[in-house]
Nanobody, 122 residues
Framework: QVQLVESGGGLVQAGGSLRLSCAVS?????MGWFRQAPGKEREFAAA????????YYADSVNGRFTISVDNAQNMVFLQMNNLKPEDTAVYYC??????????????????WGQGTQVTVSS
């Protein structure tokens, strides 16, 4: 069983930064961050493999967002810089436990956090 607890969302002006955190209990292979804006599908933002540290990003966030892990603390972070109003969404931490899933597909993730709201004002 895996449990995920997110924190760090909030309100920020365009151009600002936020860091999201996800506390992880249990064994996982890939950790992802997804986001869901009102009226839209949940979409992939970033992912990281625990074993290799390999990272993956959606085109829309590449160069602005950075995903990282702290192995000692079992934490996953999403550093978000140069935020834009279109980044406004509920952000979810997700865990893939088989090691074989497609990190971009939300259906391949097995566990989800409760979500944290990020609002970027213009």
């Amino acid at each position: 069983q895996v449990q995920l607890v997110e924190s760090g969302g909030g309100l920020v002006q365009a151009g600002g930064s936020l860091r999201l955190s996800c506390a992880v209990s249990g064994r996982t292979y890939v950790m992802g961050w997804f986001r869901q804006a009102p009226g839209k599908e949940r979409e992939f933002a970033a992912a990281i493999r625990w074993s290799s540290g390999s990272t993956y990003y959606a085109d829309s966030v590449n160069g602005r967002f950075t995903i990282s892990v702290d192995n000692a603390q079992n934490m996953v972070f999403l550093q978000m810089n140069n935020l834009k109003p279109e980044d406004t969404a509920v952000y979810y931490c997700a865990a893939e436990t088989s090691g074989w899933g497609n990190y971009r597909r939300k259906d391949d993730y097995d566990y989800w956090g409760q979500g944290t709201q990020v609002t970027v004002s213009s």
